[in-house]
Nanobody, 127 residues
């Protein structure tokens, strides 16, 4: 059974930075893409970032491009989301996700392709 445990959320002022971490257990981490989604109050869940199984390709929501960076450490079974220049609009619960199928995904931004979700970590950006 795959388990995903997020950490690193919190309260930060606009313009600040946070780094989210997601500890992964249960399967061979290095064979699977990883991603982050978020959901703000009253809004639909949205894709934020993803990294393919070997770390060679990354994908981002347009709104976070140039500010966020996803990375993975296969030796530590951990995926990270470095968030810089945070905006109040980034306030949300952030979820770490993993797919059922290994290697490349057909669409990294499609939530239905991710079968495993963490419990979420709150990120609040104040003005």
């Amino acid at each position: 059974q795959v388990q995903l445990v997020e950490s690193g959320g919190g309260l930060v002022q606009a313009g600040g930075s946070l780094r989210l971490s997601c500890a992964y257990s249960g399967r061979s981490f290095s064979r699977y893409a990883m991603g982050w989604f978020r959901q703000a109050p009253g809004k639909e869940r949205e894709f934020v970032a993803a990294v393919n199984w070997n770390g060679g390709s990354t994908y981002y929501l347009d709104f976070v491009k140039g500010r966020f960076a996803i990375s993975r450490d296969n030796a530590k079974n951990t995926v990270y989301l470095q968030m810089n220049s945070l905006k109040t609009e980034d306030t949300a619960v952030y979820y770490c996700v993993a797919p059922l199928l290994p290697y490349e995904l057909a669409n990294y931004k499609e939530p239905s392709l991710y079968d495993f979700w963490g419990q979420g970590t709150q990120v609040t950006v104040s003005s």
